[in-house]
């Protein structure tokens, strides 16, 4: 794989989650207390860190063609979800993601909640909502950046696109200070998607013994047959969606 | 006790396996197929592609449906 292939794979991913820990962070510091918000993602990031000083060393200990089998099987149930959860909104049977309703959404749950003292935290319920959020989003960062890097044979740089990644959208956020609605997010969901699927295709093959014809130089084409599996499906998908009467496309968008 | 363990292995389950739980099935089997196949003679790089077909396919399918049934 190509050192931009992999830095652009791992970059779209970890923005996508980075933008979501975002939304969850703004929206427990706006209910709540920022403190105690920022003190609950501060929380999160130090166990994100333990997680990668565990892990990391562990990942790189597995031989190559068992981690490339089980990293092959994660990346492709993760991806064919992402892919098709991505299809689903692109041709309308499922409402488009949107920052700013998960963000409203968010900050009308959390001031119908009491916000109590507990410990050093002045309000637990952001500290917690934070810590959560940044926790969960977090862990598939990390997840990503070591099996995309650990495959590729290169961690160092997998771990620099997720921290840039990490940096562009907190920068962002914090001078916006807004949930980042206007990140096409939707997109990257799709691409990444494809990636995620494309790249556990090729992997999970290999670990389990295949041998693709071309060998490394088989994984762009693999990707871009995935793309196009994809984007006729969502063609397809388009086609029956527009044959719906109207109030039946607006339910079944609306329907999680 | 008993809840705390049961919500840690329901977070993993999610994490992991998602809201499909067919798709996780669906790619071990291909995985293993292709296993098996490669240690024969016969080449075993196409079954994976197309179980991806097959799986994206069913997988959309089963979600149009039930979004489409009241």
Sequence with gaps: MTHSALFLAVFLACAVEAVEALTIFLAAGTAGNWRSATVGMGGAVAVLGAVVAVLGPAVSAIPLRGLRLVVGALLLIFGLQWLRKAMLRASGYQALHDEAQIFERA??????????????????????????????????????????????????LASIAAVAAVLVVAATGFAVRAPLARVPENSMKFVVGIMLTGFGLFWGAEGAGAQWPGGDAALPVVVVAVAAVAFTGVAALKRSHAAMPEPARAFVAGRR | MSARLRAFARFWYDFVVGDDWRVAVGVAIALLVTYGVSRTSIAAWWILPVAVIVLLTLSVRRAVRSKSCP
């Design chain 1, 107 to 156: 900050v009308v749950a959390a001031r119908g909640v009491s916000h109590e003292r507990r410990a050093f935290v002045t309000d637990w319920y952001a500290f917690t909502l934070s810590f959560k959020g940044v926790l969960l989003e977090g862990l598939e960062v990390v997840f990503i950046a070591l099996t995309f890097g650990s495959n590729a044979g290169n961690i160092g």
